[in-house]
């Protein structure tokens, strides 16, 4: 297959893991034959500062012209700390997600069965935790009208949802309900706000299309904490965008690290692969950012073009180095892996699953050996 791929590396870790995610695409354009293109554009702040634009026209361009974006991260700390900032590097990415009509980012959440000690939770209480966000990703509160009185006193943020913006992220979630364990938990405030009383009255009215799937409610602040007491209760969770956003950065520690969440973002015609991690501008280029939620991004992209088998080989080199412990230092703190180191290893084995001779001496950091 030839695929033409958008790459928006961004701001602070994104270029870093972003990389990585290439070369696991580029390992498996070898391994299997086909013919990857990657084009590289601007967004963010690193966008603002070339242009002053943090996504500028040719970058959204590109994005349409292409087959998939691959995503790495945006955010800068001299934005997040001037709140009179005339541009922000998050505008890019909200409108690129707009302008791509991307209403629907699914994040899956999995407890690996190598990492049950890494999370701070409790083995018995994550093992066996599979579930799949449908977080709404162009609606609600974050693209609502924005509006802060003359005085800079008072400022407000609306909350707004059509039954169509509804509908449509709705029957995806319930057909991968369908294709999963049947089971759809929707999260609201439905006790407090509008805006999820008509999320409730449309998806109940969908559910009938579709018998054969639990529909059950829950209000925010109980799946937070459900999120933490029980998480393997849940299936598909469906949700509006800011409620998804939070709970898939809580839902994260489950597998151990937000450094292993990665997400499909999908609309009727584009689609775009994101780690669900942002710059994390602490760690920029330092090497000790996990690549592997960017590179399980790249799985997903696999998987939304049916290339199940080149998907399923880097989610099998992503679990060979969990379960060698070839990780950075968010999941291993004695020995950690650099992240480019990660991503060799992860490059090698997709060519290579076979060969025992992949040179694990020389992959660890500092003096350390592996196993
Ligand atoms: N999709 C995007 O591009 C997003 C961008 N942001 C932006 O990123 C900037 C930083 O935001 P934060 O709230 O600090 O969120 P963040 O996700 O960048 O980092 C929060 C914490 O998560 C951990 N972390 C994140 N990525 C990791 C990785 N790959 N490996 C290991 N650990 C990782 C670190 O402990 C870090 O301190 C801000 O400017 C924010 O607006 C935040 C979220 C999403
Ligand atoms: C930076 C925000 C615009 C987005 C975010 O936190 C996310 O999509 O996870
Ligand atoms: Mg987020």
Known sequence: MKLEIA???????????????????????????????????????????????????????????????????????????????????????????KELGLYANIRPVKAYDTLLEKSPLKRNIIEGTDISIYRELTGGIYFGKKQLNEAGT???????????????????????????????????????????????????????????????????????????????QFDVILTENMFGDIISDEASVIGGSIGLLASASVGDTCCMFEPIHGSYPQATGKGIANPIAAILSAAMLLEHFDLLEESQAIKNAVEKALELNLTTPDLNSINPLTTEKVGDFIYDYILNPEDSNINFENIHVGQSTII
């Open 154 to 232: 008072v400022a407000s943020d609306l909350c707004e949802y059509s039954k169509e913006e509804i509908e449509r992220i709705t029957r995806l979630a319930f057909k991968a309900a369908q294709k999963r364990r049947n089971k759809l938990t929707l999260v609201d405030k439905a006790n407090v706000l509008e805006s999820s009383r008509l999320w409730r009255k449309v998806v109940t009215e969908i559910s009938k299309e579709y018998p054969d799937v639990d529909l059950d409610f829950l209000f925010v602040d109980n799946a937070a904490m459900q999120m933490i007491l029980n998480p393997s």
């Open 7 to 97: 790459v928006l590396s961004g701001d602070g870790i994104g270029p870093e893991v972003t990389a990585q995610a290439v070369k696991a695409l580029e390992a498996i354009a070898h391994s299997f034959d086909h013919t990857f293109t990657f084009k590289d554009a601007l967004v963010g702040a690193i966008a603002i500062d070339k242009t002053g634009n943090p996504l500028p026209e040719e970058t959204l361009q590109l994005c349409a012209d292409t087959d998939a974006v691959l995503f790495g991260a945006i955010g800068d700390p001299k934005y997040d700390n001037d709140p009179s900032a005339p541009v922000r590097p998050e505008q890019g990415l909200l409108r690129l997600r």
